[in-house]
């Protein structure tokens, strides 16, 4: 019998019935919502009279409409975003569901705070109305997101009808040269391999330079992998992830903690396990990238040219890089380096931890926000909050001209206040640059932490690499 | 023969390959707890200008699209973020059908779970019906049929395919959750033994939450 990769391990062991050749009745460890993909599920609930049958897997957090003003208490000043807070509060009462609400001193983005707690584990099955739950690949869990049907149906039965995915194989060796993150490496494979490369596919990254990377870097790289159009992402649990795990999940004790090595341990793909597709990437060559168009695939590293539309592989590909670059108000061959931004966002379920926030200090200590950018640190949660304020990087950004804000998704997708206004540049550390994204014509490039505080200081896009050189 | 069984009216083009959710629901429309008024939201920014007023150069907006009733569009359709609103938002606003070479993978679950009838053609086929949909003194009606299986517009007829399961679902609109509830007995006694073996994953949100309120 031919091997098994990690993914198929991972359905297998959750697989209550199998269905047909193609779903499966997947169980869920844990099940994460938010305020704006739940209350119709909610509501579903209540029109059929169903219950909700394990209530200690499910969590809720107030996260994409809270306002960050830096104020206590938080007050949602709009009316609707307000209402779905209340209501989200009245359902997990309702339900006895555990919730991190507004004003809760641990709220944050439900990405951030479910690691950090310790409540993602190797082998679990984690589900979320938000398409970025691909993040807890990271830790060998296979998460992805799902829509407020599915919601409702894991509310009611804590399993999903699930469709079988292709398993891809992603192996980066080498290591990322100095600079360089994980965004980076995420933002260059994209761009390789097309924002709809790995649809279809769950992607099993492995290799030297993934093993090398620490649990905040691989979060980054697998909250990403939707963004190629993936249903997962996974990497096999090893010291690093296990280690991250068995720190913050304080009820695991330590009898537990030896039996679940042990389990966590079977955790990878067999040695002659199958893969649908299987790509290689080089670590070492990756360069700092910025996006340029509206897709997350239309990104180059810092020092190349903006590609001409006529170089596109097909009519449509050079009609959707024409109407990117009209929007994004760039001309072809023209250069990132040096583009003016107004605004810089630091913060997401993409870039908004701990080890991100460092970055951007690293980068800042000594130098002021330029005049004319207003910079925007959010982050990812209550916790990283405090630890940035314990270190002394929320004094250092504040004294620099940052605004350092209360946690939330913000600006990653503009359903709060915070929002770019129309023909805004901005440098930003989130995950999507779709038009209007962060605000009606607004003009967003993504980058990493780094890159986006060299932005701030400079006032214009800039290699942060030639920035270490010229201090 | 149902609405379910046969679809069939005006086709409007959307070339655009990665036309994401946030552009087919923007933000501001994802504040309500029930479904309603989605309709206003559909497409927003590509309809209505910085005022609010319908932009007359986007094909809905031009009086030989008023009907539009199937959307034929680029490659990975409904790509981004989860939002099922993006889906009731053209439901309500009248689309019943989205021809497309490929589409966002929870999109598409979305859709089936709301009967919003997806069709996957190859690129060529779908440039046929896109030239044909685009003919402003006649956009072609196109007409999806569930018996024979085939997407038909004047000349051109071409056969798809789709799962039984995703099939079934929307001819038949299924309760699924109700279907899944069957399973019931089976679901309480594999949570059973998966947590026995692995009893780090029992109320993992419960226990941390207890945990972290000391």
């Known amino acids: 019998m031919a091997g098994r990769t990690l993914y198929r391990k991972l359905v297998e062991s959750h697989t209550v019935v199998t269905l047909d050749a193609d779903n499966v009745l997947l169980y869920a460890d844990l099940h994460i919502m938010n305020e704006y993909t739940s209350p119709q599920a909610f509501a579903g609930l209540a029109e059929h009279g169903r219950k909700v049958p394990a209530p200690g897997q499910q969590l809720a957090v107030v996260d994409h409409i809270i306002p960050t003003h830096a104020e206590s208490p938080r007050v949602i000043q709009d009316p609707a975003s307000a209402l779905q807070a209340r209501n989200l509060k009245r359902n997990c009462d309702l339900h006895g569901i555990p919730l991190f609400d507004t004003n809760d001193p641990l709220q944050g983005i439900e990405h951030v705070i479910t690691p950090e707690h310790g409540m993602i584990r190797p082998g679990m099955v984690v589900l979320c109305g938000d398409s970025h739950t691909t993040t807890y690949g990271a830790f060998g869990a296979l998460g992805f997101g799902i829509g407020t049907s599915e919601v409702e149906h894991v509310l009611a039965t804590q399993t999903l009808v699930y469709r079988l995915a292709r398993d891809m194989r992603i192996r980066v060796e080498g290591l990322l040269p100095p600079g360089t993150t994980s965004k980076d490496l995420i933002l260059h494979i994209i761009s390789r391999i097309s924002a709809q490369g790995a649809r279809g596919y769950v992607v099993e990254f492995t290799g030297s330079a993934i093993r090398a990377l620490s649990m905040e870097a691989r979060m980054t790289l697998c909250n990403m992998t939707v963004e190629a159009g993936a249903r997962g992402a996974l990497i096999a649990p090893d010291a690093t992830s296990v280690g991250y795990v068995l720190e913050r999940a304080a009820d695991i004790d330590a009898s537990m903690a030896q039996a679940a090595r042990t389990a966590w341990a079977q955790l990878a793909s067999d040695a002659d396990a199958p893969f649908d597709a299987e790509l290689v990437f080089d670590a070492s060559v990756v360069e700092p990238y910025v996006t340029w168009g509206t897709s997350p695939d239309q990104a180059i590293p810092v020092s190349a040219a903006v590609p001409h539309p006529a170089d596109a592989a097909d009519a449509i590909a050079r009609a959707s890089a024409e109407r990117a670059l009209d929007y994004i108000g760039l001309a072809p061959g023209s250069h990132l380096q040096g583009l003016s931004v107004q605004r810089v966002f630091i913060g997401s379920c993409t870039n908004g931890r701990i080890e991100d926030l460092r970055a951007v200090a690293d980068v800042v200590r000594g130098h002021k926000v330029a005049a004319g950018v207003r910079a925007m640190v959010v982050p990812g949660s209550g916790a990283v909050r405090e630890q940035a304020e314990a270190e002394g990087i929320a004094a250092l950004l504040l004294e620099a001209g940052f605004e350092w804000r209360k946690p939330g998704c913000s600006m990653c997708l503009a359903m709060n206040d915070d929002m770019l206004a129309p023909g805004e540049r901005c440098a930003s550390t989130t995950n999507r640059n779709f038009e209007g994204r962060q605000g009606r014509a607004g003009r967003t490039h993504l980058m990493s932490p780094a890159m986006a505080a060299a932005a701030a200081i400079t006032g214009c896009i800039t290699d942060v690499r030639q920035l270490g050189q010229s201090r | ?214």
């Not at chain 2, 009967?115 to 190859?122: D, E, F």
């Not at chain 2, 085939?150 to 109700?178: E, K, N, Q």
């Not at chain 2, 899944?180 to 994953?201: K, Q, V």
Request: hydrophobic share 45%; net charge neutral; with cysteine.
């Open chain 2, 1 to 214: 023969m149902s609405a379910f069984t046969l679809i069939e009216g005006i086709g409007a083009p959307l070339p655009l390959p990665n036309l994401d959710t946030d552009q087919i629901m923007p933000k501001q429309f994802l504040r309500g707890i029930d479904k309603a008024g989605l309709d206003r939201g559909l497409l927003y920014d590509m309809r209505f200008d910085e005022h609010g007023e319908p932009r007359p150069d986007f094909v809905l907006n031009q009086p030989a699209w008023r009907d539009t009733r199937v959307l034929v569009a680029g490659p990975n359709f409904g790509c981004g973020s989860s939002r099922e609103h993006a889906v009731w938002g053209l439901q309500q606003y009248g689309i019943r059908a989205v021809i497309a070479p490929s589409f966002g993978e929870i999109f598409y679950s979305n859709a089936m779970n709301n009967r919003l009838l997806l069709v996957m053609l190859p690129q060529a086929q779908v440039d046929v019906l896109m030239r044909a949909a685009a003919n402003p003194a006649a956009p072609a009606s196109i007409r999806i049929d569930l018996d024979t299986m085939t997407v038909a517009a004047g000349d051109f007829t071409a056969p798809f395919t789709m799962s039984a399961r995703h099939l079934d679902m929307f001819r038949r609109g299924l309760d699924i959750i109700g279907m899944s509830l069957t399973h019931a007995d089976a679901i309480a006694a594999f949570a059973g033994r998966h947590h026995a073996a692995n009893p780090w994953l029992r109320d993992v949100a419960a226990t941390t939450m207890a945990r972290l309120a000391g």
